[in-house]
């Protein structure tokens, strides 16, 4: 299968200052990615689709200020969480769909993000 | 936007028991996929499988797109197969259920 590579595995970081999280699409092209937040033995919620190239659209609820999403290339998104803040300690994933809008999605490894 | 229900949510087995899991989901859909998550978070893809039938060694999964429904098969269960399973569907982004929480007893 595809392979989506994230990046850091796990970022402990001070409240109030700004994590970046990378995700890659190691073996094909991804013109749309998507992040998902994790919440202990909760499900996973989508919060924004990445376009390359134009803004992320984000889902409802999401703060766009808080979760900036820059896709600047066909195999690279990333995800900032500005000043962060303790509650925004969660597991953050990334997939990308290889092989078009209907294709098979696959996840990255997760980032475990921990705000003191 | 498309409700996605699992059931059921824990799922207690001995080593070498059988046992399904459900998917219903609201809408059509165009992709249907089956994961399972692992005690580190990673999500390992099981299935793609928007309509039919798959199999893949101890596992296989129908899905049955008229009727808006999915079912995972997990045959002579192993300790290895506990985890978390979840079903995710969409037309484009694709949305999650709640997980069926599996442990397999030695």
């Known amino acids: 299968g595809a392979v989506v590579s994230q990046h850091p595995s796990w970022v402990i970081c001070k409240s109030g200052t700004s994590v970046k999280i990378e995700c890659r699409s190691l073996d094909f092209q991804a013109t749309t990615m998507f992040w998902y937040r994790q919440f202990p033995k909760q499900s996973l919620m989508l919060m924004a689709t990445?376009?390359?190239?134009?803004?992320?659209?984000?889902e409802q609820g999401v703060e766009k200020d808080k979760f900036l999403i820059n896709h600047a290339s066909l195999t690279l998104s990333t995800l900032t969480v500005t000043s962060a803040h303790p509650e925004d300690s969660s597991f953050y994933i990334c997939s990308a769909k290889a092989g078009g809008a209907n294709g098979e999605l696959f996840f990255g490894e997760g980032s475990r993000l921990t705000v003191l | 936007g498309i409700q996605v229900e699992q059931s059921p949510p824990d799922l207690i087995l001995q080593e070498g028991a059988n046992s399904t899991l459900r998917c219903n989901f609201s809408?059509?859909?165009?992709?249907l996929q089956w994961f399972h998550q692992n005690p580190w978070g990673q999500l390992i893809n099981l299935f793609y499988i928007p309509s039919g039938t798959k199999q893949n060694g101890r596992l296989s999964a129908t899905t049955v797109a008229t009727e808006r429904y999915s079912l995972l098969y997990i045959s002579s269960s192993q300790t290895t197969d506990s985890g978390v399973y979840f079903c995710a569907v969409g037309r484009g982004d694709m949305r999650f259920g709640a997980g069926t929480r599996l442990t397999v007893k030695p």
């Open positions: 990445s376009n390359e190239g134009s803004k992320a659209t984000y």
């Open positions: 809408d059509s859909v165009n992709n």
